[in-house]
């Protein structure tokens, strides 16, 4: 069975640990001399510098929820928010996840 082979058959499989499909992609990377794949390999398992842009498959977003406090003893927990609601400045890093 060859590399790719392997790769292919582990990549489905569902009981193949993700980091050691990755592996098994850099040394085909190394072996068909391809660098962007290789860097890409390299980003998928040690993680994106900030100078690189995140693929869009690792940015989530994500909807705030708030707990409102009002006069005596009345409230509501957990109301959704609109993005227009929260503050422009702080909008982004309360709604989008970067994995």
């Known amino acids: ?15 193949s640990d993700l980091a050691t499909v990755l592996r098994k992609c850099r040394v085909l990377a190394a072996k068909l001399q391809n660098d962007p794949f290789k860097e890409w390999v390299i980003q998928e398992l040690d993680g994106y510098s900030d100078a690189v842009d995140l693929p869009e498959y690792r ?3 994500g909807q705030c929820f708030g707990t409102f406090w009002g006069p005596a003893g009345s ?3 957990n109301v959704p928010l609109r993005e227009s609601e929260i503050l ?9 996840v970067q994995l």
């Open 59 to 61: 940015i989530f977003h």
């Open 75 to 77: 409230g509501a927990t």
């Open 88 to 96: 422009p400045q702080a909008r982004e890093r309360l709604v989008t």
């Open 1 to 15: 069975m060859t590399l790719l082979e392997q790769i292919q058959n582990e990549a489905v499989d569902g009981s």
